[in-house]
Nanobody, 128 residues
Framework: QVQLVESGGGLVQAGGSLRLSCAAS????????MGWFRQAPGKEREVVAA????????YYADSGKGRFTISRDNAKNTVYLHMNSLKPEATAVYYC?????????????????????WGQGTQVTVSS
């Protein structure tokens, strides 16, 4: 079992930055692939970024490439999402997710259905 708690969301002006954190419980965090997803009102949940268990592979949705960075600190059982140059369309609830997947396949790591554990979400609002 893994429990995930997100933090760091809030209100920011367009062009600003935020760093989301996801703290995980459990001693096997380092063996879990992690993902950040988001869901805007009236829209389906979509992937934002994902990182393999080792941290050696990262993937980004086109909407965040070049502006978002996913990273993990296995010593702190935490995964981060740094978001720069935020746009109003980034407004959504952001969720952290974990799965005990040991591979690095893009198609798996970026799929909603692949993840077994989810946090409660943190709201990000970008004002124009």
């Amino acid at each position: 079992q893994v429990q995930l708690v997100e933090s760091g969301g809030g209100l920011v002006q367009a062009g600003g930055s935020l760093r989301l954190s996801c703290a995980a419980s459990g001693r096997t965090f380092s063996s879990y692939a992690m993902g950040w997803f988001r869901q805007a009102p009236g829209k389906e949940r979509e992937v934002v970024a994902a990182i393999s268990w080792s941290g050696g592979n990262t993937y980004y949705a086109d909407s965040g490439k070049g502006r978002f960075t996913i990273s993990r600190d296995n010593a702190k059982n935490t995964v981060y999402l740094h978001m720069n140059s935020l746009k109003p369309e980034a407004t959504a609830v952001y969720y952290c997710a974990a799965d005990d997947y040991s591979g690095s396949y893009y198609g798996y790591l970026t799929a909603n259905s692949a993840y077994d554990y989810w946090g409660q979400g943190t709201q990000v609002t970008v004002s124009s």
